[in-house]
């Protein structure tokens, strides 16, 4: 289970979120919500463990999150193959097959990731997830520059990960139809007198 209690996190220096407390079970997902600029970015890169909190605890995320942020994570002079198997070797997870067929990107596997559509190479991005092994997904709205359908296939994933006994953290404006708790996240934005204490520590 992923744990968070009384996190306050900051984005370039300034708080944006304080006091958030959650859980995410095995074989659950979380929507977070929240207006722009609320910081849905930040605390997923948090629980990543790409940046530290300011307070509070995040507990089962060590080594057990896999993040999809706003840029798609491919390396444009690579195929849709060799990409995924880059990935499938960093994490140790196996084979890619699985990867390419959720996404439907057999008919792609050859070509070079940097000639892809926008919503191609958003899927293959996406496919990066499946490959890595990891139980927990944390994504940054994920279905940007997808179609229709591409989101279903998209949701389908989810629902098989979840199958498997995985959990995620999506941020997203959208319903993707997905048994989900939803947490929104605007009554933890952080009193503007909050960064008072932050700035003290730097005095």
Known sequence: ?????????????LPVLQGL???????EALILRGPNGIGKTTLLRTIAGLQPPLEGRIEG???????????????????VTENLTFWARIFGAGGIDGALAAYDLRPLAGRAAGSLSAGQ????????????????????EPTVSLDKTA??????????????????????HIDLG?????LDLSPFKAAPGS???FEGAFA
């Open 61 to 79: 995320a060590e080594e057990r999150v896999a993040y999809a942020a706003h840029a798609d994570g491919i390396k444009p002079t690579l195929s």
């Open 178 to 182: 997905i048994d989900a708790q939803v």
């Open 151 to 172: 989101v279903a296939m998209f949701a389908e994933a989810v629902r098989a990960h979840l199958g498997r006994g995985g959990s995620a953290l999506i941020a997203t």
């Open 121 to 140: 190479k958003r899927r293959l991005g996406l496919a990066r997830m499946l490959v890595t092994g990891r139980p927990i997904w944390a994504m940054d």
């Open 21 to 27: 407390s959650f859980s995410v079970k095995d074989a």
């Open 1 to 13: 289970m992923l744990s968070v209690s009384d996190l306050s996190i900051a984005r370039a220096g």
């Open 195 to 197: 960064m008072d204490a």
